[in-house]
């Protein structure tokens, strides 16, 4: 385990009681209510709302992160509405370990770090994870929010292609159902209103060709 990352995630998580709003990725709940209910994984899963949502909604949801703190939380949470049979919360530092087992729904929804995080290499592990006919989702800021401080603007964010190339997939195996921005209206945290950019990827594993998880 990276000392710094998990280090960095304890300290921000250490700042509040909360951190995140408590309701579910908007993006993520669109895309997944249409579902037959599977197994899920939910990578980077902060204090849980995306997990206790798809847990109410009949998955069964592995749940992981580097933040001992904020999966506390997010097992405290879902323990208070009833789906702590339905979440197997698990420690990761994703750049050192990845979760067993393969899912009909893999979310990384904003798993973004300012520290270490070996996104693409955890992404493409993800991929192999996905069972055939199951999805692979990554919702990721498309830009900084209008509130953001100056020195993120100067940050790169990788476009959706960007994103879907790194990961080099075979395009025989995965059907590319979605890639590309969507604007959202947000609330910033001094109570300001603004347009925020999601980029939004799901990838599908064409039934036939085997995962790897
Ligand atoms: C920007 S937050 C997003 C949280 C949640 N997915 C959401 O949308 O509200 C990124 C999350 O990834 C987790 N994370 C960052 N680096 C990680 C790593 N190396 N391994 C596992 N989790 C990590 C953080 O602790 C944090 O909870």
Not at 13 to 32: H, M, P, Q
Not at 93 to 103: H, I, Q, T, V, W
Not at 174 to 180: I, N
Request: net charge negative; glycine share 8%; aromatic share 6%.
């Amino acid at each position: 385990m990276n000392i710094d990352a998990k280090q960095h995630w304890e300290e921000r998580y250490g700042e509040r009681d909360r951190v995140w709003s408590g309701r579910v990725n908007t993006r993520l709940a669109e895309i997944a209510a249409p579902l037959d209910p599977g197994r899920a994984l939910d990578l980077g899963c902060g204090e849980g709302a995306d997990a206790i949502w798809l847990a109410e909604h009949g998955w069964q949801v592995t749940a992981v992160d580097i933040s001992e703190t904020a999966l506390q939380r997010a097992a405290e949470d879902a323990r208070v509405r009833g789906v702590s049979d339905h979440i197997n919360f698990q420690h990761h530092d994703l750049s050192d370990s990845f979760p067993s087992g393969r899912y009909d729904l893999i979310s990384a929804q904003f798993l973004h770090s300012t520290v270490r995080l070996e996104r693409e290499d955890v992404l493409r592990r993800a991929a192999g994870a996905v069972e055939p006919g199951g999805l692979l989702v990554i919702v990721d800021h498309g830009e900084p929010p209008p509130w953001a401080r100056e020195h993120i603007h100067d940050h790169h964010f990788p476009s959706p292609d960007e994103v879907v190339e790194s990961l080099n997939l075979d395009a025989a195996q995965w059907e590319r159902v979605r890639a590309e921005p969507v604007e959202r209206e947000a609330t910033g945290p001094d109570g300001e209103t603004g347009t925020l950019v999601d980029n939004v990827i799901v990838l599908k594993r064409r039934r036939g060709t085997p995962s790897r998880g």
